[in-house]
């Protein structure tokens, strides 16, 4: 009965752990499109006419090497040419646009 019941909260947990993931990905996506692809493409390659003209580096060789903290300070505090979006996005949106800048990375 305990093994029943330990299965049971295990499949639970894991459908809503799945559930968060997949929402937290095209939250992130929708953020990303909205405030992020005009200048960092929609592959983050910085392919679009707004990153040619402030020089815009790509973002797979740039996030390869960060850390999701860092990535949030960058998005929060601004970084060279890109503005600070601190107070913009909730802490889940923030989160959820870091997971999904992991899943363009993860596209290449």
Do not use: W
């Not at 939250?27 to 200048?39: F, L, N, R, S, V």
């Not at 929609?42 to 707004?50: F, I, L, M, R």
């Not at 802490?91 to 959820?96: D, T």
């Amino acid at each position: 009965m305990l093994s029943m019941l330990n299965r049971t909260v295990f499949l639970c947990l894991t459908i809503v752990a799945v559930t968060n993931i997949c929402f937290a990905q095209s939250d992130g996506e929708a953020i990303y499109k909205t405030k992020c692809q005009t200048c960092h493409g929609e592959t983050g390659a910085a392919n679009t006419p707004v990153a040619k003209m402030l020089n815009v580096k790509p973002l797979n060789g740039l996030l390869v090497k960060m850390s999701e903290g860092r990535l949030s300070a960058i998005i929060e505090d601004g970084a060279g040419k890109m503005p600070a979006y601190k107070g913009k996005f909730s802490p889940i949106q923030l989160k959820a646009l870091v997971l999904y800048t992991d899943h363009l990375q993860s596209q290449k």
